[in-house]
């Protein structure tokens, strides 16, 4: 593997970069040549963006109160 390819470690830190579309075009490119190659990495992509549209569908005022702030602690220190 060369220098400028993305390996997947990489790609799943860049994933939500890549999906608001503030990957800069040289980073993008190299994203975009990695799921071309790995099957996994365009396995977790889909997975990840099903998960967006289906979160973004509830709604927070349909979520537990309870649950809401149980999910809100989950991913208060994620990255």
């Known amino acids: 593997m060369s220098g400028d390819e993305l390996d997947c470690n990489e790609l799943v830190e860049l994933v939500t970069a890549y ?25 977790y992509l889909q997975q990840f963006q099903v998960t967006i549209d289906t979160v973004g569908k509830i709604g927070a005022e349909h979520l537990d109160s309870e649950f809401r702030t149980k999910l809100l602690a989950a991913f208060r220190d994620w990255h």
């Not at 993008?28 to 190659?37: E, G, Q, S, V």
């Open 19 to 43: 999906l608001d579309g503030s990957l800069d075009l040289s980073t993008r490119a190299r994203f975009d040549l990695h799921l071309l190659d790995c099957d996994g990495c365009a396995n």
